[in-house]
């Protein structure tokens, strides 16, 4: 199930919940819905795997209380977020949730939005195939 937090339609009210499996919860985000995963991670003790692109960091006082294990996406060329993704994966490093932190070389944030300039088919895919992998592993 995928929520759209920027509808304006209202149509995330009948989605049917009856789908989703409360063991087998994962997230991902992109850009604002990547910090959206990384924060939720700190706080939702129940999901299982998370994937955040080329999102903020989590506030790394609160990376201790995740229990998800958590995969983050990085584009090269991004520095405003990948240039800060060093202390999330030391603030990762010093806890015992499983990890991996990856920067996709030559690329630029929102390298996997395919309607943007940015948009890089390739590392797209391996992103993306990476993170259909860490889901398979980890929920």
Known sequence: MAVDLLSREGRTASLDSDAVSGALIAMNGYCFGGGITGQAATE???LKATAAFYGPAP???KVPAIKAAASGVYA???QRI???MPGLRDALDATTV???LTVYPG???AFHNDTGERNNETQAT???NDTLAWFGQHV
């Open 126 to 128: 391996a992103a993306w």
């Open 44 to 46: 939702l003790a129940g």
């Open 98 to 100: 499983t990890h991996q």
């Open 59 to 61: 506030d790394l006082n």
């Open 107 to 109: 690329v630029d944030h």
């Open 76 to 78: 090269e060329l991004d």
């Open 82 to 84: 990948t240039g800060a």
